[in-house]
């Protein structure tokens, strides 16, 4: 590619679109020389590189330095050595986009970059690294992140920035407890009222991760109330403060459950669920093999009209036996179900079901056997059943 004469001469900013041009039109060595071209421009200061797969190759191979990129956008790369090579062939860089899929724990060390002022950072990396990079910037004024599978508390976030020229910081939801002024950082709402603040309206779905996680343990620093939930994923047995997270449970209507452990505790909080939610329809169990049917035959529930049994663990048995069977079928919820999801040993069970749970209207159901039945059904084949 040949940016002579007309439009060198007179490039200020890089087309956005380019980027999808350089994927489709050039190979790994015309990419590699039309980067280095990009770099030898003149008056050439902004450059985006979007949906540019394998672009992190290429950029290592740079060999020219630029007196005039001051902003780069590149929405795929694979690993902090781009960075470093960019930095070293860039160094006017201010304004830095970057996303990053990825990040080894082996990468080079990185070097310093004093012109960098702005950097809007997406990655999936480790609080360590990402620490290391940030210390690398001594004069960033301006910071936008995105984090995949990161989590840090509000002291870790001002451990993370106490080195750096940053002024303000937002996050959401606001992490410190009871800080107003730290150092040289305040700290301020900007709601009027506090309490519509930490009331999340609009969230529908909650998945309330295990009481052991760290991010459960710091998440009673975020006094958030939900008022509208509709679906609630939730692993049992769960802590106190779980109850003051949710403050209206009228909406909820389909619950999906995940036992750790074997302690009657579970139960009772499981009922107590049940007490609460006058409008719970569907119950579902992501590891039934934990699930204890005798005192799963104990619980009660004015609502719930649908039963969903899986198990997620490859490893587990998949599918009912006859003495799980029966405690269904003799349990509370398994006489007023009407849906019903379950995997059963065989095909005699599954007509057990079928003709003692009378409210059934809708039956999924599946069988280990897979071979044809020698049972005599009274349909005209074996995969139809007709009950009374």
């Avoid at 050039?26 to 990009?38: D, M, P, R």
């Avoid at 902090?80 to 724990?105: A, E, F």
């Avoid at 999936?124 to 301006?142: A, S, V």
């Avoid at 109330?225 to 209507?253: C, G, K, T």
């Amino acid at each position: 590619m040949d940016f002579e004469p007309q439009f060198k001469s007179n490039i200020e900013t890089l087309i956005k679109s380019y980027g999808t041009w350089f994927e489709k039109n050039l190979n790994v060595k015309q990419k590699i020389i039309t980067l280095n071209e990009i770099w030898n421009l003149k008056k050439a200061t902004h450059c985006n590189f979007n949906h540019c797969h394998g672009l992190s190759i290429q950029l290592t191979r740079i060999s020219i330095i630029s007196q005039t990129i001051e902003y780069l956008s590149i929405d795929n790369s694979d690993n902090v050595r781009n960075l470093t090579q960019l930095i070293y062939y860039t160094p006017k860089l201010q304004r830095l986009n970057w996303n990053l899929k990825y990040s080894s724990g082996n990468e080079p060390l990185l070097i310093s970059m004093p012109s960098i002022i702005s950097l809007e950072f997406c990655c999936c990396i480790t609080n360590d690294r990402l620490k290391t990079i940030l210390q690398h910037m001594p004069n960033l004024c301006y910071l936008k992140l995105n984090l995949i599978n990161i989590y840090l508390n509000g002291y870790e976030w001002e451990n993370l920035f106490s080195q750096s020229n940053l002024g303000i910081i937002y996050t959401l939801p606001y992490a410190f407890n009871h800080i107003f002024y730290l150092n040289q950082y305040s700290s301020k709402s900007t709601c009027p009222n506090e309490h519509y603040y930490w009331s999340y309206d609009n969230v529908n779905i909650f998945e309330y991760i295990n009481g052991n996680n760290m991010f459960i343990n710091d998440f009673i620093n975020f006094p958030i109330h939900l008022n509208y939930i509709r679906e609630l994923d939730i692993a049992l047995p769960i802590n106190n403060y779980f109850w003051s997270i949710i403050s209206s449970w009228n909406q909820l209507i389909s619950l999906n459950i995940i036992i750790n452990g074997d302690d009657d505790n579970i139960y009772f909080q499981l009922q107590q669920l049940f007490d609460q939610t006058p409008c719970l329809y569907s119950l579902k169990f992501s590891n039934w093999n934990d699930l204890n049917m005798i005192l799963f035959q104990k619980l009660k529930s004015k609502s719930i009209r649908r039963l969903h049994f899986t198990e997620l663990r490859a490893s587990y048995r998949q599918f009912f036996n006859r003495n799980e069977c029966s405690a269904l079928i003799n349990s509370i919820l398994g006489k007023q179900c009407e849906v019903l999801i379950v995997s059963v040993n065989n095909q005699t069970l599954a007509i057990d079901i079928a003709e003692n749970m009378i409210k059934l209207r809708s039956l999924i159901i599946k069988c280990q056997t897979n071979k044809p039945s020698r049972l005599n059904f009274p349909s005209r084949n074996n995969i139809f059943v007709q009950w009374k």
